[in-house]
């Protein structure tokens, strides 16, 4: 693909693994050296200060944070979504998840039964800040879960998302457990059943997810999920649809 840097390009055995399983990884985007500067900068901006969105203050800090911006259109993670996705990338959400000790479950779910997209198509880079582990609460997920959409029920009120898919609908014991170094990340589907337990440990954990459409897909603002000033990113190639709205890399303050 003559749109991707070589060193990310996924081999025709990667793909067809995404597309029987769901997902793929984990890569390094950074190394855990070249992260630990990374979270310090985090910690000084995005935990210091307000976001776009007054409702979810760890949600699109790429619109304010230069080093959230940075790190979301690395090439490693944008190139091998684009082996996936095609030349013409949109980041058009971020998220940050942080998980102190005592951090609460996050049920099993499907991420397109709470978003505002329309062709609904995504997927989703979770890349770990801190070294995630079993112990702090990785992502679980069910390998070949996205091939059905499964209904949501409201999830019980001490956990961290308000629904969830009923523990009838899936068996838990295939899933596999995605520890992480700080730096790595992994693909998914937006239809991929995925969880994390609450955070049994002592040792805080913090991850970013960073989601990625098309430019023909729809994003709607000013729904409960958006704030209604939000951009995306234009993070490869070109849009040649126009439905949706992009800022550049924010100024550095
Ligand atoms: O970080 C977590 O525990 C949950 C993340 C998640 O559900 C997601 O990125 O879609």
Redesign the pocket.
Known sequence: MPFVQPEYQLSRADVDFFVANGYLGPYAAVTPAEMMGIRAKIEATVFKTDGPNPRRPMQSRHMDQPVVYDLVTHPAIIDRIACLFGPDIVIWTT?F?L?NPGGAE?PW?Q?INFWPLEPPVNI?A?IAIDEVTTEN?C?QIIPGSHRELLPHTRAPAEM??HEMVAPTAYDADQAVNIELKPGEFFLFSERLL???SKNTSDKR?L?L?IRVTLPVVHIFQNTAHLHPGHTAILAKGKDVMGFNRYAGRPPST
């Open positions: 998220n998840w998980k996050i779910h991420d989703s979770w609460a992502l961290a998302i995925h969880r994390s954990r991850g997810s």
